[in-house]
Structures are given as structure tokens and as C-alpha cells.
């Protein structure tokens, strides 16, 4: 009994770091499209450090613009794609929206012809967290292949050959 309220209590006071990425190559629209979750807590937490505003508050209607603006800035500095030919491809910030307790972030990129290989670079809150995993589902050609991103392992090569 002792034990398991150890536990228990282990687990609410040091809680997981983890965000989700789903990629989609959407062959017919020549795009790839990312859709980012990151629990709003340790994002705030990333924003502020970024920011140097300490006292952001990322879920205040008043500060959306310029939540927002810094949220596009952090995405695109720690969300990477390269092709096959080790070509980063340029990424558009679409927009964030809040749904619940995480911070969903959209990221489009256009013109992508035809993909054989993708590699994908993700640190976000790996400043924050030295526990922190990125988990990237990558959807393609009716298949998704999947990686666990961490500090120092936040790179992943995705092959469709």
C-alpha cells in the first residue's frame, strides 16, 4: 500500500514532457502538412524563456498576437525538413489554436513534387526538459512510420523507397 502511494505520487509530482507531431504528404496537393501538440504549461514555460517575458501568459486573450508571432518564431527555429537531396525545405507557419490543455501548432510546406526521403529535425522543448520526447508520426503513401525525438537524438530520416 506505502509502495503504491509512492508511485502514485512519483508520477503526479514529475509528470511526462511530451509533445506530438503528425506529418502528412498529401501526394494529390503536393503539400506536407505538420500538426503540432504541446501541452500549454510547458510551452508557456518555453515561450517565456524565449521571449525573455517572464510573466507571459499564453492562454490571456490580450496576449494572443503576440503569443502567436512567438510561437511562429520558436516553431520554425526548432522544426526542420530536408529531402532526399539534403535540401531544407522551407516551412509555412499556418496558425496555433488552443483545444483543451495543449496548444495545437500548424505548419505547411508547398510544391513538394514527389518525396523518397525525409528527415525530420525536432527540438522543441528540449531546452525546457532534458526529459523531454518529441513523437513524430509520419503519414505517406497509406503508411506511417513513427519516431521518439529526444535531447540529443532529435533527428529521424523517413524512407519511402
Given amino acids: 500500500m506505502i509502495t503504491s502511494l509512492f508511485i502514485f ?5 514529475h509528470p511526462f514532457h511530451v509533445s506530438v507531431s503528425d506529418i ?3 501526394e494529390d496537393q503536393k503539400v506536407i502538412q505538420i500538426s503540432t501538440r504541446i501541452f500549454l504549461d510547458d510551452l508557456e514555460l518555453a515561450l517565456q524563456h ?3 517575458n517572464q510573466k507571459l501568459n499564453i492562454t490571456e486573450e490580450a496576449n494572443w498576437d503576440f503569443v502567436n508571432e512567438t510561437l511562429k518564431k520558436y516553431a520554425l527555429e526548432r522544426i526542420k525538413l530536408w529531402d532526399e537531396k539534403g535540401k531544407e ?14 496548444m495545437w501548432c500548424y505548419i505547411e510546406i508547398e510544391k513538394v513534387k514527389k518525396i ?4 525530420v529535425w ?7 526538459w532534458g526529459d523531454q520526447e518529441n513523437l513524430v508520426h509520419f503519414r505517406a503513401f497509406d503508411d506511417v512510420k513513427s519516431a521518439r525525438l529526444m535531447r540529443g537524438e532529435d533527428t529521424q ?5
Fill in 116 to 119: 523518397k526521403q525525409v528527415k
Fill in 50 to 52: 524565449y521571449s525573455g
Fill in 24 to 26: 502528412k504528404y498529401k
Fill in 157 to 161: 530520416v523517413f524512407d519511402w523507397e
Fill in 89 to 102: 525545405y522551407e516551412l509555412n507557419y499556418i496558425g496555433a489554436e488552443i483545444e483543451d490543455e495543449v
Fill in 9 to 13: 505520487f512519483q508520477l503526479t509530482l
Fill in 122 to 128: 525536432n527540438s522543441i522543448l528540449h531546452e525546457v
